[in-house]
């Protein structure tokens, strides 16, 4: 089966700009989850969807980031406006609802840097 | 808070040397544990484990789970280069409807040829 798509893999803005990530997950995955992963440290999440409804986001700095789930299958991730702090590997990842025996599936990621 | 803690954060070793890497963890409703391997951007699964002291093993990584004294360990045997890597550990918790996974900070392992 084809994993789960990122885009892009690299993305370099100014802080107080603005920036988008896209994620394709597997085919028929019903929860998508996006991490934030600051060098050094474990992924953090985000935000959780199931189908397209908001699950869990009580670790999205809301004043600034925000998610959709346009028909239960792509998502996209959107900073705005951007701070020093936001620079990160933005990980996708995606599952079966309840979450297969192996765990979630992840993306490969996009690297933001804020500068 | 729930909170997921690895150790050490960083490992070196030689080839053929064993390593031990442990993963302690303080959760409400705990699910399972697992162990996920990094080595560029997307942590790839190894292990998932539910239920305390029944090992899992694959080739030369082995893994135990203690739900009494709520830890996991790590097990790496005879280590090649192609080890060298963050490994994860990660607990799935469940609250309400949904499950979530919570990520230890990792523990970098290189080994040297």
């Known amino acids: 089966e084809a994993g789960v798509a990122q885009s892009p893999r690299y993305k370099i803005i100014e802080k107080r700009q603005s920036v988008a990530f896209w994620c394709n997950p597997i085919s028929g995955h019903a929860t998508l989850y996006w991490y934030q992963q600051i060098l050094g440290q474990g992924p953090k999440l985000l935000i959780q969807?199931?189908?397209?409804?908001?699950?869990?986001d009580s670790q999205l700095p809301k004043d600034r980031f925000s998610a959709e789930r346009l028909k239960g299958v792509d998502s996209t991730l959107k900073i705005q406006p951007a701070k020093l702090e936001d620079s990160a590997v933005y990980l996708c990842?995606?599952?079966?609802?309840?979450?297969?025996?192996?765990?979630?599936?992840f993306g490969s990621g996009t690297r933001l840097t804020v500068v | 808070e729930d909170k997921v803690v690895q150790s050490p954060l960083s490992l070196v070793v030689h080839e053929g040397d064993t390593v031990t890497l442990n993963c302690s963890y303080e959760?409400?409703?705990?699910?399972?544990l697992l162990w996920y391997k990094q080595e560029k951007k997307a942590p790839t699964f190894l292990f998932m484990l539910?239920?305390?002291?029944i090992e899992k093993k694959s080739g030369r990584l082995s893994s135990i789970l203690d739900k009494k004294e709520l830890f996991s360990i790590l097990n790496i045997t005879a280590t090649q280069t192609g080890d060298s890597a963050v490994y994860l550990c990660?607990?799935?918790?469940?609250?309400?409807?949904?499950?979530?996974?919570?990520f230890g900070t990792g523990t970098l392992l290189a080994v040297q040829p």
């Open positions: 959760v409400t409703n705990f699910r399972s």
């Open positions: 539910t239920s305390s002291g």
């Open positions: 990660a607990v799935k918790v469940s609250g309400g409807a949904t499950n979530k996974l919570i």
């Open positions: 969807f199931q189908n397209n409804g908001v699950v869990d």
């Open positions: 990842a995606s599952s079966l609802v309840g979450g297969p025996s192996h765990g979630y599936t």
